[in-house]
């Protein structure tokens, strides 16, 4: 509060100082605002990268979906199997973050090997480890996994050893 009291010469230092408060108080006020622009911003990008992520989601479903009838029909799956087959690889993908279509590409392929929907599941598993740990393609991964056992005429109880083996010689091919 500016107290209008006094003479004209009193007067301008007074309403100096109130226009240097008032200018405090705007730089205050824009400072505050650019914050929560900065923070509208902040915002605003976390959802446009959020959208996308949805987005790559929803089109990696949509794959798996158009993948499903797919393999029905190229390995004679009962509904009651592609059912079973599907909750497992929906589980495999959600503690993995391993994508679906590579994981039911992958499951086609080992089952097409003459692999049960169960031995070709668990078979998967160590197709899907070894490729999150490398950095492969599941479904390529899970190929060579499926070829080595059917040609070797190995059990599925034995992919953790196959896929040993498989490690052990990259690894020994390396040492050169």
Do not use: C, W
């Amino acid at each position: 509060m500016v107290n209008l009291r006094g003479n004209a010469a009193s007067l301008t230092p007074m309403l100096a100082q109130a226009k240097g408060g008032l200018n405090d108080v705007e730089g205050a006020a824009n400072k505050g605002m650019g914050a929560v622009k900065g923070m509208g911003l902040a915002l605003g990008a976390m959802g446009v990268i959020a959208a996308g992520a949805i987005g790559k989601s929803v089109e990696m479903a949509q794959q798996y979906q158009t993948i499903l009838p797919h393999i029905q029909s190229n390995t004679g799956m009962t509904n009651q199997e592609i059912a079973g087959m599907s909750s497992g690889i929906q589980q495999m993908a959600q503690s993995s973050g391993a994508p679906l279509s590579q994981l039911a590409q992958g499951f086609m392929t080992i089952h097409n090997y003459g692999f049960s929907s169960a031995e070709s599941m668990t078979i998967l598993k160590y197709a899907m480890q070894s490729a999150l740990s490398t950095g492969d393609d599941v479904s390529h991964v899970a190929n060579v996994m499926g070829v080595a056992m059917h040609e070797f005429n190995l059990k599925a109880s034995q992919a953790g050893d196959a896929m040993n083996v498989f490690h052990l010689a990259a690894q020994m091919s390396n040492a050169t």
